[in-house]
């Protein structure tokens, strides 16, 4: 079989990979290849060994069957096994996690246990914890843990149901311009539109995501369903060939309403959703496929494990806070195929000003407990994007009219000096989003980053250190809280390590030991720090800034800290240190210190 390049790269580099890893994820966009690879893996390196494969998808299973037969024998794992696993077979498939006592010898015995869409692994949860308890335990030494998926982060709050629990590494196989670059996916062109109507402000989002309920109804209530319909007819025009889109809903009532709509236009629309019978749903996708059916309205079943190659639009109508639902949803659509030069994304739902276009999203083994807030600012991604070094471009919302007499909304990028109007509807009214500050101001870190490096060494050497550093008591003493997270700020500058790191793995370890050393520097002061709802950097800074939220006692005390470091280091060192910190004193500041708490990598003796 003539496998892509990325694939050949991986086996190539797998002996490596299975020298310094027990437990790994392979991480290759949606349509990447990741099934072919599993199976060439298998042949390759496991022949006459014992594998398990779990996976959620029907359409993997059948795949991989087909892979290796020729080499291996494949059993599906039934609902009630007994007896011996691998008696006559090698290779043991399963789509669900029952029979559980037949699955638990199996993965005992294994040499390799696959897992794929492995963001779902939940180290803590149910489901997983008791296999992956089982295969640490009773797993030979040499066996390996191999994870595949596109998204490679936990979308939780919770230290004890992180990636970085189940998984020593992420290994990057391919990333999706890469792909693009070699025609195995075809470019995003993205169309976001904001919805002026749409009311999202006011929503409790204290579980991670908008609620369901809550999401739905103002959606109904907002004009979104209508402009992404009407976008829609206009946007299937550019595509060659047939147009075949899939619309990605939040719930029922969502769904059934666009359908409604969209079949006011006279296009084969179809619905699928949780509770249609697999035969139809089966159907539908192959009608779906070959265009028979256009438009294929879903909820909550296409973002995984659905293959359509044919589909060169998607109509996001789901404002999520979920970066793994929206890089999902999107990555079905970029597959190439015949006659395919691109996707159109058309997002009604600011998902794109959210997280930004899905070939740049940055995954995380690590999430603090409030990291879903930053999603909340609806620009969020387009406000930081601000703040790119020589930016020669700004994003405009536009003012102009369609020819619906609606107004046109898109937001889109157009470079400083040039002057051209809308791509949409020609207008050249708009308001640039960061001229006229329509966009709140980003909670990140640059503005601090600019005022560390300058202001940090300017005050150590003007400092008597001697005196400052003996000041420890009373700056902790009567600290407000964005005081003890400057402190915290600075300790954490202190105690990282400022080498230099080559895997996720890895940053995320010394970020971790160093956090752990500003915890225990706390808990031996008996210093608390209550939980903040959100976290703002701007504060950190305004103590070599302006002083006013932060005190002289405080700023100089903090600065006697990491100075002295900061003054001896070359500039990458303090810049890898810097950002070590910063997540250090995020994560502090998003879980508080109580000096009670117990994290996995904390706790106190
Ligand atoms: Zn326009």
């Given amino acids: 079989m003539k496998l892509r390049r990325w694939q050949q790269k991986v086996i190539d580099e797998f002996p490596d990979i299975i020298k310094n890893y027990r437990k790994f994820i392979l991480k290759a966009p949606t349509g990447a290849g990741k099934t072919v690879l599993a199976s060439e893996l298998i042949n390759m390196f496991y022949k006459n060994k014992k594998i398990v494969v779990l996976c959620h998808r029907l359409v993997l299973l059948e795949q991989?069957?087909?892979?290796?037969?020729?080499?291996?024998?494949?059993?599906?794992?039934?609902?009630?096994?007994?007896?011996?696993?691998?008696?006559?077979?090698?290779?043991?498939?399963?789509?669900?996690?029952?029979?559980?006592?037949?699955?638990?010898?199996?993965?005992?015995?294994?040499?390799l246990l696959i897992i794929d869409e492995a963001h779902r692994v939940s180290p803590n949860g149910q489901a997983y914890k008791e296999l992956l308890d089982q295969f640490d335990a009773k797993a030979g030494e040499q066996s390996k843990l191999l994870g595949?998926?596109?998204?490679?982060?936990?979308?939780?709050?919770?230290?004890?149901?992180?990636?970085?629990?189940?998984?020593?590494?992420?290994?990057?196989?391919?990333?999706?311009?890469?792909?693009?670059?070699?025609?195995?996916?075809?470019?995003?062109e993205y169309k976001s539109f904001f919805i002026h109507d749409l009311e999202l402000e006011k929503m409790d989002i204290s579980t991670g995501d908008f609620p369901v309920e809550q999401l739905s109804n103002a959606i109904?209530?907002?004009?979104?369903?209508?402009?992404?319909?009407?976008?829609?007819?206009?946007?299937?025009?550019?595509?060659?060939?047939?147009?075949?889109?899939?619309?990605?809903?939040?719930?029922?009532?969502?769904?059934?309403?666009?359908?409604?709509?969209?079949?006011?236009y006279d296009l084969n629309v179809e619905?699928?959703?949780?509770?249609?019978?697999?035969?139809?749903?089966?159907?539908?996708?192959?009608?779906?496929?070959?265009?028979?059916?256009?438009?294929?309205?879903?909820?909550?079943?296409?973002?995984?494990?659905?293959?359509?190659?044919?589909?060169?639009?998607?109509?996001?109508?789901r404002p999520t806070l979920?970066?793994?639902f929206w890089g999902q949803s999107v990555g079905r659509g970029l597959r190439s195929a015949e006659n395919k030069e691109k996707c159109v994304v058309i997002d009604?739902?600011?998902?794109?000003?959210?997280?930004?276009p899905v070939e740049k999203l940055k995954w995380k083994l690590w999430n603090h407990r409030k990291s879903y807030l930053e999603f909340k600012n609806r620009f969020n991604w387009i406000s930081k994007e601000q703040f790119v070094e020589n930016r020669d471009y700004t994003y405009l919302l536009c003012e102009g009219m369609n020819k619906d007499d609606l107004r046109c909304s898109l937001v889109y990028k157009k470079k400083i000096l040039s002057d051209q109007p809308c791509p949409v509807c020609q207008s050249y009214a708009s308001t640039d989003l960061y001229k006229d500050n329509k966009i709140e101001k980003p909670k990140n870190d640059n503005s601090l980053h600019k005022v560390f490096f300058e202001r940090v060494p300017k005050i150590f050497s003007d400092m008597n250190t001697n005196i400052w550093k003996n000041m420890e008591s009373s700056a902790w003493r009567d600290a407000n809280i964005y005081e003890k997270l400057?402190?915290?700020?600075?300790?954490?500058?202190?105690?990282?390590?400022?080498?230099?790191?080559?895997?996720?793995?890895?940053?995320?370890?010394?970020?971790?030991?160093a956090?752990?050393?500003?915890?225990?520097?706390?808990?031996?002061?008996?210093?608390?720090?209550?939980?903040?709802?959100?976290?703002?950097?701007?504060?950190?800074?305004?103590?070599?800034?302006?002083?006013?939220?932060?005190?002289?006692?405080?700023?100089?005390?903090?600065?006697?800290?990491?100075?002295?470091?900061?003054?001896?280091?070359?500039?990458?060192?303090?810049?890898?240190?810097?950002q070590k910190a910063l997540q250090v004193v995020e994560r502090i500041a998003a879980m508080g210190v109580t000096n009670t708490e117990e994290l996995p990598y904390y706790k106190i003796s």
């Fill in 64 to 111: 991989l069957e087909k892979g290796l037969s020729n080499e291996h024998k494949v059993k599906k794992l039934g609902l009630s096994e007994t007896g011996r696993p691998f008696s006559d077979y090698d290779v043991l498939i399963s789509t669900n996690l029952r029979s559980r006592d037949f699955l638990m010898k199996a993965i005992g015995d294994c040499d």
């Fill in 148 to 188: 595949l998926t596109a998204s490679p982060e936990r979308r939780t709050g919770d230290q004890k149901d992180q990636l970085g629990l189940a998984f020593d590494a992420i290994i990057d196989c391919a990333d999706i311009e890469e792909l693009i670059r070699e025609e195995v996916l075809v470019p995003a």
């Fill in 220 to 264: 109904i209530k907002s004009s979104m369903i209508d402009y992404a319909c009407k976008i829609y007819m206009e946007e299937r025009k550019s595509i060659k060939g047939k147009p075949i889109s899939a619309w990605f809903c939040p719930d029922v009532l969502v769904a059934e309403e666009t359908k409604r709509q969209v079949l006011k």
């Fill in 271 to 317: 619905l699928i959703t949780a509770k249609t019978p697999i035969k139809e749903r089966l159907v539908i996708l192959e009608k779906h496929e070959s265009g028979e059916i256009e438009s294929l309205i879903s909820v909550g079943v296409l973002s995984e494990g659905w293959d359509n190659p044919n589909c060169n639009i998607i109509v996001h109508l």
């Fill in 322 to 324: 979920s970066k793994v």
């Fill in 348 to 356: 009604v739902s600011s998902n794109f000003t959210t997280f930004g």
């Fill in 486 to 513: 400057f402190l915290s700020f600075c300790l954490a500058f202190d105690f990282v390590s400022g080498e230099s790191t080559n895997s996720e793995n890895e940053f995320w370890n010394l970020t971790l030991q």
């Fill in 515 to 578: 956090e752990k050393k500003v915890r225990t520097f706390l808990y031996e002061r008996e210093i608390v720090i209550p939980q903040q709802e959100e976290f703002i950097f701007t504060h950190l800074s305004d103590g070599l800034s302006k002083g006013r939220v932060i005190r002289p006692v405080q700023t100089n005390y903090g600065v006697s800290i990491c100075g002295e470091n900061f003054s001896k280091n070359t500039s990458d060192v303090n810049e890898r240190k810097f």
